[in-house]
């Protein structure tokens, strides 16, 4: 759907009371989840108010059903994939998920969930070492000589090219998705 030729993941939340435990659930289940949150970035992410929603809102068909909240996954084309109603489970999101996306990409939601899920380690990584070292300096008792400033800022400069590479990767996943059918030009054809 747009331009950007992503699917739609759609939270259609209740703030009635009678909802109150489900929409709970939502919240600390789907919403922290690794994989539906990692696999949220292939998608345009929607939350709608679920009392806008009757049998004569003009998108009933997409967004329409028994119970709330329900989570509502339509592809790029604009067509529903299927929703979850009432308790939702991650596992459930994520499998609709999957479909909407394998209609829209070429790279299988799974697989980027992966690929993420790698480059988040290495943010930790860079992070970590970027704390290291700024507690090395930190409590370093020798004297400030340009010998140990130039050690650090060598330091500093490795890790700066660590993360700019991880930032870079991360950047070419997100962007770059091949999605289905895009041509592919060969040869200079």
Same mark, same amino acid.
Do not use: C
């Given at each position: 759907?747009?331009?950007s030729?992503?699917?739609l993941?759609?939270?259609?939340?209740?703030k009635?009371s009678?909802?109150?435990?489900e929409?709970?659930v939502?919240?600390?289940?789907?919403?922290r989840?690794e994989?539906?949150?990692?696999?949220?970035?292939?998608?345009?992410?929607i939350?709608i108010?679920g009392?806008?929603?009757?049998?004569?809102?003009?998108h009933?068909?997409?967004?329409?059903?028994?119970?709330?909240?329900r989570?509502?996954v339509?592809?790029s084309?604009?067509?529903?994939?299927?929703?979850v109603?009432?308790t939702?489970s991650p596992?459930s999101?994520?499998?609709?998920?999957k479909?909407?996306?394998a209609?829209s990409?070429?790279?299988p939601?799974?697989s980027f969930?992966k690929?993420?899920?790698?480059?988040l380690?290495?943010?930790?990584r860079?992070?970590g070492?970027?704390? !290291?070292?700024a507690q090395?300096?930190a !409590?370093s008792?020798?004297a400030?000589s340009?010998?140990?400033?130039r050690?650090?800022?060598?330091?500093?400069?490795?890790?700066?090219a660590?993360?700019k590479?991880?930032l870079d990767?991360?950047a070419?996943l997100?962007n770059?998705?091949?999605?289905?059918?895009d041509? !592919?030009k !060969?040869?200079?054809?």
């Amino acid at each position: 759907m747009g331009q950007s030729g992503k699917p739609l993941l759609i939270y259609v939340e209740s703030k009635l009371s009678e909802d109150e435990i489900e929409s709970a659930v939502v919240k600390q289940t789907v919403e922290r989840d690794e994989k539906v949150a990692i696999g949220a970035k292939m998608f345009h992410l929607i939350r709608i108010d679920g009392a806008a929603i009757d049998r004569y809102h003009p998108h009933w068909n997409t967004l329409g059903g028994k119970k709330l909240p329900r989570m509502v996954v339509v592809d790029s084309a604009g067509d529903r994939v299927g929703s979850v109603e009432g308790t939702i489970s991650p596992s459930s999101v994520f499998t609709l998920m999957k479909k909407a996306s394998a209609k829209s990409f070429k790279m299988p939601l799974d697989s980027f969930v992966k690929e993420y899920q790698k480059i988040l380690t290495d943010v930790d990584r860079v992070e970590g070492l970027k704390q !290291a070292l700024a507690q090395r300096r930190a !409590a370093s008792t020798e004297a400030k000589s340009a010998s140990k400033e130039r050690f650090y800022a060598e330091e500093e400069a490795k890790i700066a090219a660590m993360e700019k590479e991880v930032l870079d990767r991360e950047a070419a996943l997100l962007n770059h998705l091949p999605r289905k059918g895009d041509v !592919a030009k !060969a040869g200079g054809a």
